[in-house]
T-cell receptor, first 116, second 114 residues
Framework: GENVEQHPSTLSVQEGDSAVIKCTYS??????FPWYKQELGKRPQLIID?????GEKKDQRIAVTLNKTAKHFSLHITETQPEDSAVYFC???????????????FGQGTILTVHP | DGGITQSPKYLFRKEGQNVTLSCEQNLNHDAMYWYRQDPGQGLRLIYY???????QKGDIAEGYSVSREKKESFPLTVTSAQKNPTAFYLCASSPSTQGTTEAFFGQGTRLTVV
């Protein structure tokens, strides 16, 4: 099945700096890659996603890049703010037959801390 | 709030007991999922269902059971066979059975074995 590795596990930055979180996936047939943000005590919420037919997607201060050949994708947050502090999860959806179809596999999570 | 509701928010279980976690959605989503969240291990898939009366095991299904008798409901039972059940459990739903659209999460149930 699909395996998603996420790095780093913790990331500490100063307000205004950029933050980058990287994920690799194992199944070359995966075609959907969402990123979720989970604030302390709250549910994960989608912040951005990308499909395999696109190499990059931006939404204000956040962007995601996808390298299908290398099977990795990254989340970029620019001009970080203290309210960006949270746990961020990447995920991938493998395609194919059998029980893996439609199954969303998450990375281990990154704890981002933005210091004022 | 978000259309997907989990209950209870906190649950305490004695060793050897089965407990059932509720998950209800009014989003008319076809797919529903159960994840377990432990510190440092991300979200691990327990079970998922793409259609009523059908479900598949995820990566850590041992000691858990589910049912999908109604589209809106996907309850998870933590059985006594689950050796380390203390965790945060998240239910999610998605309009797509292909897993290629946003998954919406419930607020979670924190289960503690006492």
């Amino acid at each position: 099945g699909e395996n998603v590795e996420q790095h780093p596990s913790t990331l500490s930055v100063q307000e205004g700096d950029s933050a980058v979180i990287k994920c690799t996936y194992s199944d070359s047939a995966s075609n959907y890659f969402p990123w979720y943000k989970q604030e302390l005590g709250k549910r994960p919420q989608l912040i951005i996603d990308i499909r395999s037919n696109v190499g990059e997607k931006k939404d204000q201060r956040i962007a995601v890049t996808l390298n299908k050949t290398a099977k990795h994708f990254s989340l970029h947050i620019t001009e970080t703010q203290p309210e960006d502090s949270a746990v961020y999860f990447c995920a991938a959806t493998p395609r194919g037959g059998g029980t893996s179809y439609g199954k969303l596999t998450f990375g281990q999570g990154t704890i981002l801390t933005v210091h004022p | 709030d978000g259309g997907i509701t989990q209950s209870p928010k906190y649950l305490f279980r004695k060793e050897g007991q089965n407990v059932t976690l509720s998950c209800e959605q009014n989003l008319n989503h076809d797919a529903m999922y159960w994840y377990r969240q432990d510190p440092g291990q991300g979200l691990r898939l327990i079970y998922y269902s793409q259609i009523v009366n059908d479900f598949q095991k995820g990566d850590i299904a041992e000691g858990y059971s589910v049912s999908r008798e109604k589209k809106e409901s996907f309850p998870l039972t933590v059985t006594s066979a689950q050796k380390n059940p203390t965790a945060f459990y998240l239910c999610a739903s998605s309009p797509s059975t292909q897993g290629t659209t946003e998954a919406f999460f419930g607020q979670g149930t924190r289960l503690t074995v006492v």
